[in-house]
């Protein structure tokens, strides 16, 4: 399975950007769909972006025309690219990894996630 780091995460203002990258070890990157779920204090893990080994993306409601995930198979790594950020969106940020012929429900690997903090 793939090994996952995250970064990129840190504090910024609402209304701020910031850009999350995860990267993955092992030579299969290509062949895994992967996502980023986010998790708020007292709160359960949230879905945040998917995006398929063949570059198609969804994004959650909360966070459709803000977030963009994308990847770069070449350098085994997906990104998160946020704006307009706003305080709702503080959370521990992980990327995940889904193997092929796996249904859209079920992850493979997860990274151990970085903190974003959006102040108001």
């Known amino acids: 399975q793939a090994q996952l780091v995250e970064s990129g995460g840190g504090l910024v203002q609402a209304g701020g950007s910031l850009r999350l990258s995860c990267t993955a070890s092992g030579r299969t990157f290509s062949r895994y769909a992967m996502g980023w779920f986010r998790q708020a204090p007292g709160k359960e893990r949230e879905f945040v972006a998917r995006?398929?080994?063949?570059?198609?993306?969804y994004s959650a409601d909360s966070v459709k025309g803000r977030f963009t995930i994308s990847r770069d198979n070449a350098k085994s790594t997906v990104y998160l690219q946020m704006n307009s950020l706003k305080p709702e969106d503080t959370a521990v940020y992980y990327c995940?990894?889904?193997?092929?012929?796996?249904?859209?429900?079920?992850?493979?690997?997860w990274g151990q996630g970085t903190q974003v903090t959006v102040s108001s």
């Open positions: 995940a990894a889904q193997g092929p012929g796996q249904p859209m429900s079920v992850w493979d690997s």
């Open positions: 995006i398929s080994l063949g570059g198609t993306t």
